[in-house]
């Protein structure tokens, strides 16, 4: 699947852009503040989720634009040709929720999840690099995106957990005694985290499958990678367990300790992702910065594959300010897997010799002060 042509309003320090892109790699240089972060964000929200940043929608309107923001893509995928289109922010009154607005070939969309019938796109940020060191909750997210890629439904289960805990801890921190609501809200609970914790699960054993026959990755190395958690740990067992019904009766054990903390203590959205370096046999958070930096591009590389493989859609990968961190030898590896696997590849830098390895056979860019201009 490829982008073919974008065009921003209002978005960031982009008052108005409209940008023909092409296949394979797509180099974007430019200064620092240029704006090349921001063009790989617009990029990010042509899927589920607030983007590579995170931000708030009001945030991204330029100069908090009254009429928001909006993202404009012509793709080529699976399926054909379509137009995607979304936005929010500004005197929108939610421009501060979670809700955007997606249109599909000019028709309202019923969720953003439908843009991935069209694209998957996945990213590396240098805010990414504390990744393994970092809290749980960031990784549980990565692991998340990594699923949504390959499995739609995971952005609406993750949704409905977090709806359905919300309601447990406020009756928690309630004191309340209510057995019929625990009740009520626990089967819910159980239903979506065991449906939350079976896709993460799958999707690290299809991930450990694909780093097993993964051809030589050059300087990326190989990872182990394996999942905690008490849902995790049953379905790793490989005991026949019922995880929701087994789920739902911890949930209803741990009512009164989880009434002194005021929250749920237990479940999916504890787990972690637990990555090792395999040639060292090391945690991934004990190897060093360039380690952890190269262990990170090498899975999400594997993820790549994987996505290519299952999905018949090779996905979108969005590299912010990678290539400034290799050296010449890992860069022309990098380049060299990404060309194999034919994704459409976004990446940044502030000067363009990083890229000379691919000058003739990548699509250059250049970004300033909120213009981008070819060669
Ligand atoms: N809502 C907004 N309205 C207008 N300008 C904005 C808005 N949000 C961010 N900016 C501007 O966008 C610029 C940052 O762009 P971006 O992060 O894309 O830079 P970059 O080219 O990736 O730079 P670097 O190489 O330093 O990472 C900053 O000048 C910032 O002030």
Redesign the pocket.
């Known amino acids: 699947m490829t982008i073919g042509k974008l065009r921003l309003t209002?978005?960031?320090?982009y008052a108005s852009l409209s940008v023909d892109l092409s296949p394979g790699a797509v180099v974007?240089t430019?200064?620092?503040?240029?704006?090349?972060?921001?063009?790989?964000?617009a990029i990010s929200l042509l899927s589920p989720g607030r983007g590579l940043r995170r931000a708030a929608y009001a945030?991204?309107?330029?100069?908090?634009?009254a009429g928001g923001f909006v993202v404009h893509a012509h793709v080529d995928g699976p399926e054909g040709e379509a137009d995607i289109g979304t936005g929010a922010g500004g005197s929108d009154p939610d421009a501060e929720g979670a809700v955007r607005k997606v249109r599909i070939n000019g028709a309202p969309a019923r969720s953003a999840d439908d843009m991935l019938e069209w694209l998957r796109v996945m990213w590396l940020t240098?805010a990414m690099d504390g990744l393994f060191t970092g809290p749980a909750a960031d990784r549980r997210r990565f692991l998340d995106r990594l699923v949504l890629t390959i499995d739609p439904g995971h952005g609406r289960r993750a949704l409905d957990y977090e709806k359905a805990m919300r309601g447990r801890n406020r009756l928690l921190s309630e004191g309340s005694r209510n057995s019929a609501w625990f009740d009520a809200i626990e089967t819910q609970m159980a239903e979506t985290g065991a449906a939350i914790a079976a896709a993460r699960f799958e999707m690290v054993r299809l991930l450990k499958a694909m780093i097993e026959r993964a051809p030589d990755t050059g300087p990326f190395p190989k990872a182990d990678v394996a999942l905690s958690g008490v849902l995790e740990a049953g379905l790793a067992s490989g005991a026949a367990v019922d995880a929701e019904e087994d789920f739902r009766a911890r949930l209803a054990e741990g009512r009164e300790r989880d009434r002194a903390a005021g929250r749920t203590l237990e479940g999916p959205h504890r787990s972690d992702l637990l990555v090792r370096h395999r040639p060292k046999d090391m945690p991934a958070e004990l190897c060093s910065t360039g380690e952890q930096k190269a262990l990170l591009v090498g899975l999400v590389l594997s993820h790549a594959r994987l996505t290519g493989e299952l999905s018949g859609m090779a996905p979108i990968l969005l590299l912010?300010?990678i290539a400034a961190h290799f050296d010449h030898r890992r860069r022309a590896a990098l380049f060299g897997i990404l060309d194999d696997l034919g994704c459409q590849v976004f990446m940044?830098g502030?000067e363009r010799e990083l890229f000379a390895a691919i000058e003739g056979r990548a699509r250059f860019l250049t970004?300033s002060a909120?213009a981008v201009s070819t060669g």
């Open positions: 209002n978005f960031r320090n974007l430019g200064d620092n503040g240029a704006g090349k972060t921001n063009l790989l964000e945030e991204i309107a330029r100069d908090g634009a240098p912010d300010e940044t502030t970004v909120g």
